[in-house]
């Protein structure tokens, strides 16, 4: 096999070192002609111990060993496997704010966003990231389903609060529980505005009779954060119950999702 020689007046190239998480120290590379900071070089060795690195301490020790944005660049990893993506990671939580509200983020927005010459341009990297948001939904959803909802309350807020707490518009869900309170069926029965979402009594009680239900909880949210009722929330709710008891379906609650976790149960503050 030949073996390439270098001229002996050749200046050697300045090695490039390990600058703070994952950086570098500018070598005369940095600043060759033609160079752009809008288009990252491919991944050196540095970055692909930095990688390798995370992926073991998360195997190790756990997701808890993570921080946020290092949580998010191991999903970035697949949708860009030859770019730092480190920026972007933390580029998308301070635009989303938390790693819920990226992961749930609609996708004409998550292609909006570029940091270090890296975006998620293509179908296939905005999957990647809205794939870990649906998978915890639907296990969420799991923990919930066909239980008895009453006797794990918590499980059922942190299912609505998911599902719900980063929606852009108002949406109205109808919770159907059987004789045993067990949850039979999760349904959002109508989309709205920002702060506005049509509902119809008549349908609610009619979707309740098809499905057997002896029970109801009602959930919507408020997008601006804020899970105070308005007026029109409480009339609301009181003209569900007057339709459904006709029929002999209970309504346990009214659950108003804001965002941080905030919630407000009708039942609790005696508004039921």
């Known amino acids: 096999m030949p073996i390439r020689k270098t001229r002996p007046d050749a200046a050697p190239t300045a090695p490039r070192l390990p600058f703070g998480d994952g950086g570098t120290l500018p070598g005369p590379s940095d600043d060759a002609p033609g160079a752009s900071p809008d288009e990252p070089e491919d991944l050196g060795s540095f970055h692909h111990d930095?990688?390798?690195?995370?992926?073991?301490?998360f195997l190790d020790k756990g997701a808890d060993a993570l921080a946020d944005y290092e949580l998010l660049e191991m999903v970035l990893f697949a949708a860009s496997p030859r770019k730092d993506v480190k920026p972007l990671a933390k580029a998308l939580l301070a635009s989303f704010g938390d790693l819920w509200?990226?992961?749930?983020?609609p996708a004409a927005r998550l292609r909006g966003i570029k940091a270090g010459g890296v975006s998620l341009s293509s179908d296939n990297a905005v999957a990647m990231v809205r794939i870990v948001g649906a998978a915890a939904q639907r296990a969420l959803q799991q923990r919930v389903i066909n239980r008895p909802v009453l006797a794990s309350w918590q499980a059922l807020l942190d299912y609505c609060a998911?599902?719900?707490?980063?929606?852009?518009?108002?949406?109205?869900?109808?919770?159907?529980l059987d004789r045993r309170n067990t949850l039979?069926?999760?349904?959002?029965?109508?989309r709205g505005t920002i702060d506005h979402t049509p509902v119809y009594p008549r349908e609610v009680v009619k979707r309740a009779l098809e499905l057997n239900a002896a029970a109801l909880i009602l959930v919507h949210n408020h997008p601006s954060g804020d899970p105070t009722p308005s007026r029109a929330d409480i009339e609301m709710t009181k003209e569900i119950v007057r339709a459904a008891t006709v029929i002999g379906v209970a309504v346990h609650d009214h659950l108003i999702i804001g965002k941080g976790g905030r919630h407000t149960s009708f039942k609790a503050q005696r508004l039921l």
């Open 162 to 176: 998911a599902a719900m707490a980063h929606e852009p518009t108002e949406q109205f869900r109808l919770l159907f």
């Open 101 to 105: 509200g990226v992961v749930n983020a």
């Open 184 to 190: 039979i069926a999760d349904e959002v029965q109508q």
């Open 50 to 57: 930095h990688r390798d690195r995370l992926r073991r301490r």
